[in-house]
């Protein structure tokens, strides 16, 4: 209990601006003391106003009161001093450099706990106890620590703004409300933070709900992730078993030829082997009969001689060798050949196949929503290269620069007939799909060039005008002459005004439904843009007349 009765005395002892013990302590009028030094510096920030109040009630002195040494108070602080039980306040009570310093504390400052609104001071905690315990700052705005309380200050008028201007835009004091912003639209700062607030509920409501929309989007792309991953693990298994089973049945395939060339290989053999055996029995009996011939001429006996000649001189039939059937060295030749036509056969249908396989295997378009490129640069982050299909071409077509390019010729070309050809009509397609976003160029010269898009079941044959581009549901072009545009779609003709170009560029936007056609020179012009609804893949496709040439541009 002492120790707490000494603790008691140091702190009623101290000098509410300092917090220290009271240092040559004085009494101003209203009875609260303080050290000499530290009211003088307080008064001293106060003279410019000629009023002088007291930190702690906020009671006002006209004029500044004459400063005395309260000589009990000093006695009584010399005597607790001697005690030796002054302790200065823990470091962490301290302002630091990104704390907000007490404005009342001299010396060493401590944190402020609260700022007021009303005196525009900020308070550590021994300092804030009057606004806790004096009835004159109950209505004083208390709120956390914080240095821009002079931006409450109007700079012509040194009041505390608590007016707003409407008109303007600004805090402003009431003086201003009465001078130049005279006949504005005003309110009270209160008047319009609640109006605001209502609007920020309004804001934090929108985006609360995006916040919501934006989530829910999210769980759908994460359904969608775990949907392509697991269409993509059981395509890869599914295609492992099938491949599989191509290469088990291919193994079988290459175990069937080689056995069956090896066993005609035996049988050749074994059938060579005896003929050969047949051959060497024979040269071995007419070696023998030659010898007993050679023998028989050196017989000097005529009688014997005429005797044995007979017998001697007659000779088995003898195997001719033109009654061997020898087959050509190239016999196994012919089975190779059928096994490279097989393999060539079987890389056309695989090289076919992939291609159906790439087409299939489509963009999955699940981005959020985006808007069409406003630049050449934009739209070229979306370029695709774009071959034409020679099995599409009519024959009245050329195609070059690996396909890129083709020329409307005087000439028909000599291709072979293909079902997906146009028979008809002189146009070709291309050989990619296309889905998502894509971006591409063609450049021409000539007389007339169509540059399009179609389905892949387009007709291809019937010589009316439905099989030309533009003229079915199921294709869209652009007809480009010299200074005229025009775009058709199901038959129906669109006059299209823009620039003269040698250089078209389409962008598609595949699931949101668009195309657009742009002139290209040193800025791009729209042409013409198209909203619908595409239902399958799309290709891209060139129709060309009067000795055109067009190509599809490398953009990469």
């Known amino acids: 209990m002492a120790e707490k009765g000494v603790q008691l005395d140091r702190e009623t002892f101290s000098c509410s601006i300092c917090l220290d013990l009271l240092k040559d302590p004085v009494t101003i009028p209203c009875g609260h003391s303080y050290c000499m030094n530290c009211i003088k510096s307080f008064w001293e920030g106060e003279d410019e106003k000629k009023i002088h109040s007291c930190p702690q009630c906020r009671k006002s002195f006209k004029p500044r009161p004459e400063l005395l040494k309260n000589t009990m108070l000093a006695v009584l602080v010399e005597e607790l001093n001697k005690t030796g039980?002054?302790?200065?306040?823990?470091?962490?009570?301290?302002?630091?450099?990104?704390?907000?310093?007490?404005?009342?504390?001299?010396?060493?400052?401590?944190?402020?706990?609260?700022?007021?609104?009303?005196?525009?001071?900020?308070?550590?905690?021994?300092?804030?106890?009057?606004?806790?315990?004096?009835?004159?700052?109950?209505?004083?705005?208390?709120?956390?620590?914080?240095?821009?309380?002079?931006?409450?200050?109007?700079?012509?008028?040194?009041?505390?703004?608590?007016?707003?201007?409407?008109?303007?835009?600004?805090?402003?004091?009431?003086?201003?409300?009465?001078?130049?912003?005279?006949?504005?639209?005003?309110?009270?700062?209160?008047?319009?933070?609640?109006?605001?607030?209502?609007?920020?509920e309004v804001s934090r409501q929108n985006i609360q709900q995006r916040i919501q929309d934006k989530e829910e989007d999210v769980k759908v792309l994460q359904q969608e992730v775990e949907a392509i991953n697991g269409s993509a693990d059981k395509t890869v298994e599914d295609s492992e078993k099938i491949f599989t089973e191509l290469i088990r049945l291919m193994e079988k395939r290459r175990s069937d030829v080689k056995q069956q060339v090896r066993s005609q290989q035996e049988t050749e053999v074994s059938r060579v082997k005896d003929l050969q055996e047949k051959l060497e029995q024979e040269i071995t009996e007419l070696k023998r009969k030659d010898a007993e011939l050679k023998k028989l001429s050196h017989t000097e006996d005529h009688n014997q001689f005429l005797h044995n000649y007979p017998s001697l001189s007659a000779l088995s039939e003898s195997t001719h060798s033109s009654s061997i059937n020898i087959r050509p060295l190239s016999y196994f030749e012919d089975v190779t050949a059928a096994v490279s036509e097989v393999r060539d056969k079987l890389q056309d249908v695989l090289r076919e196949t992939w291609r159906n396989i790439s087409l299939t295997v489509t963009e999955v378009d699940v981005v959020l929503s985006q808007s069409e490129p406003k630049t050449r640069a934009g739209f070229l982050k979306y370029s695709r290269e774009i071959t034409l299909d020679p099995n599409t071409a009519n024959t009245w077509l050329l195609l070059s620069e690996g396909n890129r390019k083709v020329t409307d010729m005087e000439v028909e070309q000599s291709y072979s007939s293909h079902p997906d050809r146009f028979t008809d009509w002189v146009q070709v397609l291309g050989r990619e799909s296309l889905t998502g976003h894509c971006y591409w160029e063609m450049e021409w010269r000539g007389g007339e060039v169509d540059i399009a898009v179609a389905y892949k079941n387009i007709s291809r044959a019937g010589g009316s005008d439905q099989d030309l581009f533009g003229r079915n549901d199921k294709s869209w072009a652009l007809y480009c002459k010299t200074n005229s545009y025009n775009f058709w779609y199901n038959n129906v003709k669109t006059p299209v005004s823009g620039p003269e170009s040698s250089r078209v560029g389409v962008y598609l936007d595949h699931s949101a439904g668009i195309l657009s056609f742009y002139s290209v020179s040193e800025t791009m012009t729209l042409l013409h843009r198209v909203q619908t609804t595409f239902t399958q893949p799309l290709y891209a496709g060139l129709y060309l007349s009067g000795e055109t040439t067009a190509e599809l541009c490398k953009l990469k």
């Open 85 to 200: 039980l002054q302790a200065a306040p823990a470091d962490h009570c301290y302002a630091g450099p990104e704390d907000v310093a007490c404005d009342v504390c001299t010396g060493r400052k401590l944190k402020a706990r609260k700022s007021c609104l009303v005196c525009l001071v900020s308070y550590c905690e021994k300092h804030l106890q009057p606004h806790y315990e004096s009835p004159m700052f109950e209505h004083h705005k208390l709120v956390e620590p914080t240095e821009k309380l002079k931006e409450n200050i109007c700079s012509r008028h040194n009041e505390v703004m608590k007016m707003f201007c409407r008109t303007d835009q600004q805090c402003i004091c009431y003086l201003c409300s009465v001078d130049q912003h005279k006949g504005h639209d005003t309110v009270t700062a209160a008047a319009e933070r609640t109006e605001r607030q209502r609007e920020l």
